[in-house]
């Protein structure tokens, strides 16, 4: 099994949030709804982040971020 590496300059946050919105359970539509919201609040957190104490990439914070809404109702 190999590994690619990838640059954080070269990952599309945009991408990876489109692909999570598209595994949502039909009742989290509302979520979908809020993708500007989310696009603009996780690159305000990857900003921030440039100050963190424990090294992390790009797709780990956006991951992250996105996993604690997941499980959200409306």
């Given amino acids: 099994m190999g590994m690619i590496y990838m640059n ?3 990952i599309n946050i945009n991408s990876i949030i489109l692909k999570w919105t598209k595994k ?9 709804q809020q993708v500007a ?10 900003k ?11 797709v780990g ?3 992250n971020a996105l996993s ?3 499980e959200s109702t409306n």
């Fill in 37 to 46: 919201y989310i696009e603009d609040t996780v690159n305000k957190i990857w």
């Fill in 24 to 32: 949502l359970k039909p009742e989290q539509a509302f979520i979908s």
């Fill in 8 to 10: 954080d300059e070269d």
């Fill in 61 to 63: 914070l956006v991951r």
């Fill in 68 to 70: 604690l809404i997941e």
């Fill in 48 to 58: 921030l982040s440039e100050r963190q104490l424990v090294a992390t990439t790009k």
